[in-house]
């Protein structure tokens, strides 16, 4: 027996016509979910538990599952960004209407006789 013959061939060689490309877009096209929980006890009492959820999928099938958070994240969409920065810019006008309301609804304020004294 020869060498040649007591190993296997390598993956691409076995007569598979798949290659990295047709197995890349297979994973995106379809998707595939990785989870998986880490916890450490200590006399069992839990200290940590960390939760790993991985989903590797093209954008359009994400969005037909439902998922799209990428795109309210100000961190990755300008567009998000913009519509943060117009919803503060409202919120902050209305916060200066408010308190400009309040200014000329209060009663301006008489001064003290004190106060009169120590200014005269």
């Not at 991985?54 to 994400?62: G, M, Y």
């Not at 810019?89 to 200014?103: D, I, K, M, Q, S």
Request: a negative charge; charged letters at 35%.
């Amino acid at each position: 027996m020869t060498t040649a013959q007591r190993f296997p061939d390598a993956y691409g060689q076995q007569g598979s016509s798949a290659n990295l490309a047709d197995i890349l877009e297979r994973v995106l096209d379809k998707g595939i979910v990785i989870a998986g929980d880490i916890r450490i006890n200590l006399l069992d009492i839990e200290l940590v538990t960390i939760k790993l959820r991985l989903i590797v999928c093209s954008v359009d099938k994400a969005k037909e599952m439902g998922i799209d958070w990428w795109e309210t994240d100000p961190e990755l969409s300008s567009n998000a960004r913009r519509n943060e920065l117009s919803r503060e810019n409202a919120e902050l006008r209305a916060h200066v209407a408010e308190l400009e309301r309040g200014r000329e609804a209060a009663p301006a304020r008489k001064r003290e006789p004190a106060e009169e004294e120590a200014q005269g």
